[in-house]
Structure formats: structure tokens, C-alpha cells
């Protein structure tokens, strides 16, 4: 498998996806990468061989660039690596750069599926039943209408099929209530298509507060909702993180603390969305995945597994089929 790994573009050194990469063909034995990026910098890291080639891109695109700008820049190190996902060389591209270059390009050089206008960007959440669920879209699109809804519905519902192993996963479309009469008028709209429809176990519509409980498998909204959430989680579970930390510092507290170090441990391994920093640009020709612009190893690494499990398992092909 032959996977195409964009280090251009993030916040931190590009250190960060080549060690990444590294550790991720020491577990898996079958993976070779296209390491994407100012060569001269690629090579001080790594050198060429069975396992790592290196295509030279030196430009980087931009969160302020315009659209015209992102599309004529096609030596940028993002425009390259898709191209060599659209021309087969790589089976499956990872970046951390720019969100709206990403969608941008994507559907300009990848394409989108037959039927799909609008592909939408999908992440795993972890819950406190330990189920976790899929989160779609969660920023690939402002607006959405009823049509995009359900075909976000049946992706992810194709995804827990085949990647997750789910027999009859649960949908729901998040509202900010469960009754009928909640949302807007294309909500409403995709909640009586979605209701008819036999192949999905659609269950309604599901609240914020309760998501995090584990109570369906997937989750489906607008990427401008699905955003906001997705970010009030991470800031929600992060701030609980430091919270704890800083009463476990005190002295009065330590005792309590030594008796509940596994919890905790296991609680954070759960809960860090380090672990699971990956979202699939889902409705688009081949298995691209986007992972934060903050990513260090860690999150490039997780963002990996979840791109390996998509190639691996044919997973747009299924799409093909099933949409």
C-alpha cells in the first residue's frame, strides 16, 4: 500500500508527519510513503529507499489565499500529493494543512462521487460508553441542504459497516431537540427522507448533550453545526483535563489521587482526541483524510490508521456502490 503523506503546511516542523510516518511503516509492514515537501528539508530527516520516496514540493498554500490563487499554484506540496492520488501513484493522501484548500482542490482534482454535491469532512468522537461514534460533517461545508444530510447519513452509515464492523449502525441528525417539528426546514426534510428509508436505522433526531454519551453511531449535521460542537468538545475535554491536574497538584488531594491513577489514565487514553485526529473527506473518487494544523506525531500517526483502515478496506469503492 502505497500512501501519500503531505509535510507541508501545519504549524509545527515537518519533523512531526516524517516521524509520524516512520513508526507508522515499523507496524505496518506493508506500507510505503510518498513524503510530500521542500526535499532539501525531507532529506536532512530521511532518505529515499523501499519504504519512503520524496516528491520536491517547496510552496505551501495558505488559509488567505484566494480560490483562484490555490487553484494556479500547482506547485504547492497539497496540489501535488492530490495529484498523485488522482493519478493512482498513491492510493490515500494525509495533510494538516489549510481546511479550505483542502476542500478546494479536493474537489477540484480528486472529484466528487456521482450524486454527491457536497462531500463532508467525518471524525471519530469518543463517548463515555466507550462505543465512540462518527461526526459528520464537521467543517467541510457552511450550508447544507436535506439531499447532502442523507448522503452524509449513508456514508457514515457505509464507514461503521465496513470499517467499524457495525451490523446496523444507528443515525441520528443533530437538533436541538428530538421533536419532529425541531430545526430547520431542511433538517426537518432529511428527517422524513431518512425515516423511509430501509436501509439506514435511522433513530431521529439527537441532542448535543446526549451525543457524548454514546446513544447512535453516527451523527449527522451541517459542517458549520458539526464545527462548532466538534470544537466545544475538544475545549470542553481539554479544560476537564487541566482542571483535574491542577486539584491533583494540591496536597490535600494527593491521596485521592494515587487511589484513582488507573482511572484517570484510562479515562484520558479514552477521551484524548490525540488519539483519534483524523477526519475523512468523505464523497470524493479516492480515500483522503485531513488531520488539525496543530498536529505534532502522535495525531498524524492516528490520522494514519484511520486512512490505512479506508484504503484497506476499499472503502469509496463501497461508496460507489451504495450511495
Known sequence: MKLVLDVMGTDNPIIEPINAAKAFVASHKDVQFILVGDKSEISKYIKEDDKFSIEDAKSV????DSIPSMLRNTASSMYKALTLV??????????GGT????????????????KISKGAFMSYIPTVNGKGFMFLDVGANLNCDAKDLVNFAIMGDIYCKSVRKISKPTVG?????????????????????LKNNQDINYVGFVESREIINGIVDVVVSDGYTGNMVLKALEGSLIAISKLMKSEYKKPQNWAG???????????????DYKNHAGAFFLGLNKNIVKTHGSAKEQEFYSALEMLYDAVSLDLVDKIKKNI
Open 61 to 64: 498554500v495558505h488559509t488567505t
Open 99 to 114: 481546511t479550505a484548500a483542502y476542500v478546494t482542490l479536493g474537489f477540484y482534482l480528486i472529484k466528487p462521487l456521482e
Open 257 to 271: 489521587a494515587l487511589g484513582s491513577i488507573g482511572v484517570i489514565k484510562k479515562i484520558k487514553k479514552n477521551f
Open 86 to 95: 488522482r493519478d493512482g501513484i498513491g492510493e490515500g493522501m494525509l495533510t
Open 173 to 193: 441528525i443533530l437538533n436541538i431537540g428530538t421533536e419532529d417539528n425541531k430545526g430547520f426546514a431542511f433538517q426537518q426534510e432529511a428527517h422524513q427522507i
